[in-house]
């Protein structure tokens, strides 16, 4: 069946790398029906809100998105596909390709996935002034202090629940099943301040332990998150899978994607129950923004994942192939590879190799 997706391409350099993206799709000859509604400046520019109704329309009318990334226009139609569609589990991939500029010595091997919680934790965004709590006379479980003692100054609220924890858990759970049948280790990390933030974090390292016990084909332990962010410098090709509540994932996947090379070729792909949306980990780079040099490699994976999601997971596997045999040869590479290699160059070697 054909599947309807809806591109959303961003802002600044973003769209020079979305849309060779989009093309190397279409040489993979897949059922794709790409829709493209107005959003950002293009809404805008046609008298519409920056999220028209007919662009939620066809979204919600759509089997999967695919979006470049924002720096403030598109945000609003980033929010709905988040929190309006509840796309729960952030999975970010952190694969190294031979050819790619790791900082590790001995990168060869290292292929792990964090599955970051995506709708909870601080970004509920919650804040305000510190004396707004006096009516709840909380206190520091550590100094004993009132917490309105803590002022002139602000508050966030931290939110952890048990469905939140255990959907994305078991997210995290079958994708290591998935993983241990296509030859990876088949484990799975829970990772949290559990020591320190004891109901909270501690609450998401429980709910996962329970969740554990419905998978015992995959191995599970825990670590405290800074004993995790040691290790994966240190002992990065030890971890499979790492499931993460949602500001640590945030900040420690983009870690992770250093270490394979860099945000240029960190993909990411957004669960939830019934839709999914798929956008590369980096920004809109603005300071490259028409100079044609952008790394395309973050939102040709994302594409693969989200061919993978569709349905059609040998034009996934292709794709994906094509650009690990780029950077093997490794004459055609963009600038924060090494390379002189513009956004169009790389994307027509990856093409060569469909």
């Not at 100094?143 to 508050?155: A, D, L, M, R, T």
């Not at 962010?229 to 996947?253: C, M, Q, R, T």
């Not at 490699?297 to 994906?320: K, N, P, Q, R, V």
Request: proline share 6%.
């Amino acid at each position: 069946m054909t599947k309807r997706v809806v591109i959303i391409e961003g802002e600044d350099a973003s769209p020079e790398a979305v849309r060779p993206t989009v093309d190397l799709v279409d040489r993979l000859q897949v059922e794709i029906e790409w829709v493209r509604p107005p959003v950002g400046e293009t809404a805008l520019a046609r008298g519409l809100a920056a999220f028209p109704d007919e662009a939620r329309a066809a979204i919600d009318e759509s089997d999967a998105t695919l979006f470049g990334a924002t720096s403030g226009k598109s945000v609003p139609a980033l929010l709905y596909l988040r929190w309006g569609r509840d796309t729960y589990a952030n999975v970010r991939p952190s694969r190294f390709f031979p050819g790619c500029q790791s900082p590790l010595r001995e990168p060869e091997g290292l292929d792990l996935v964090i599955v970051r919680e995506n709708i909870e934790d601080l970004y509920i965004a919650a804040e305000g002034d510190v004396a707004d709590l006096a009516p709840l006379g909380l206190t520091s479980r550590f100094s004993g202090k009132p917490v309105v003692e803590f002022q002139p100054g602000k508050y966030a609220i931290k939110v952890i629940t048990e469905k939140g924890t255990e959907r994305v858990a078991r997210h995290a759970f079958e994708l290591a099943q998935r993983r241990k049948k296509q030859g990876h280790p088949g484990r799975l990390t829970c990772t949290s301040k559990y020591n320190v933030l004891s109901q909270t974090d501690g609450l998401f390292r429980d709910v996962t332990e329970r969740v554990a016990a419905d998978y015992p084909d995959v191995a599970f332990d825990t670590l405290i998150v800074d004993d995790f962010a040691h290790k994966l410098v240190k002992h990065s090709k030890a971890f499979d899978v790492i499931v993460i509540p949602n500001l640590y994932g945030d900040i420690l996947s983009d870690a992770a994607a250093g270490l394979v090379g860099g945000l240029g070729v960190a993909p990411s792909g957004c669960y939830g129950a019934d839709y999914a949306y798929f956008e590369s980990v980096h920004g809109t780079a603005p300071d490259i923004a028409g100079k044609n040099i952008i790394n395309p490699t973050a939102t040709i994976l994302s594409a693969a994942m989200m061919l993978d999601y569709l349905g059609f997971s040998e034009a996934a596997g292709t794709l994906e192939r094509a650009v690990a045999e780029t950077y093997a040869e490794g004459s055609v590479k963009t600038p924060d590879q090494g390379g002189t290699a513009s956004t169009i160059e790389f994307c027509a070697a990856v093409a060569s190799r469909l």
